[in-house]
Structures are given as C-alpha cells and as structure tokens.
C-alpha cells in the first residue's frame, strides 16, 4: 500500500489500516468491482458476442475502452498487487432550492469531499492495450464515471441498453444530493 501516491490517500502516513481505512476500503471495492468486470467480460467472450473481436474496444469503440482499461486495472491490482485508486479529496456542489426543483449554484470552496479518483499510471502489465487504454480513458478520472461506462457496455452488449446512455447523462440529469447545501454556503 505504500506504493499509492500520496494526494491519493487520506491516511498522513501513506500507510493504510486494511480493517478501517477510508482508503483500503475503497481499493477493496474497486477490486471487487473489476473482478465482475472481468468475469462479464469472460461470460460475453464464451457466449459469443465479440465475434472474433480481440477485445471490447473493438467490439464497441466508444465504450469498449473503458472496458479494456479496467481490465489493465484489474491485471494491475490482481496479479502485481498494484494500488489502482485511491481517494482524493475534492469541493463539492452546492444547490439551492428554486420552486419545485433543485438548480445547481456552484461548489464549495472546502476540499472536504472524499472522491475515488484512478491513479495517474499503472505498470507494465502483459496486455499493452489494456495499459494503454488505461492511460487514455481512466488515469486521473474518477472512477464512479468511468463505472457507469462499464455498466452501460456491458447493458448494451446483452441486448438490454438503459433508455438514457450514461455517457450523454450529466449533473442535471441527477438527482440533487440529500442534503443539499443552503445558498449561504453552510450545511443544511
């Protein structure tokens, strides 16, 4: 774990407690995620769907390489125990109630948001066109977008696509946080 950069872990030290840590928790689930991507990935390759295509990018060039470089990031953490994530601390939006809507105002100055963030690079791995799209698609991003990439592909691939892509979706198409922030700037 020490390997992870430090604007990407919370913990001052670099070093991270694996039962309680924000930032192992978060490697945790990534792993966890990447794992079923790479087991959706296998099941579409045995049931047929890429169709000679070496990889998701060639099967779907828009969305196909988020796959791939998830694939990296899972060579990556799975078989060199390589750091992938971690998370960087970031502002987050404010809002404020207008009539029967939310309507975003701006973000807050504080870096007090905590975001998973994929790392910058990742290291050699077997198959350079799963790094490589790695470093084109996901270094630097956060990664709950990047997720909704995968889950869109993998939608789409199994013939049944979400009725609004993820990839045209953005903040006005969410809905506004919980608690959202009051015009002054303070937590409600």
Known sequence: ???LPPDLTVEASGMVDPRESPTALTLIATHDVLEWIHSMDDYLKERGTYKGARDAAEVDPELGPYIDGMLGARAAIHHLFTPVVGL???TGPRYLAVRD???LIGTTSEL?????RW????PKIRNKRQRDAF????AGRAVGNTFQMATHYFWTQMGTPPAEPFVASGPADHP???VPFSDDGSDD
């Open 176 to 178: 506004p946080p919980i």
């Open 101 to 103: 809507r939310w309507e």
């Open 88 to 90: 960087a601390r970031t």
């Open 112 to 116: 007090r948001k905590l975001h998973p």
């Open 119 to 122: 790392v910058s690079d990742i």
């Open 135 to 138: 470093l084109s698609h996901l």
């Open 1 to 3: 774990m020490k390997d």
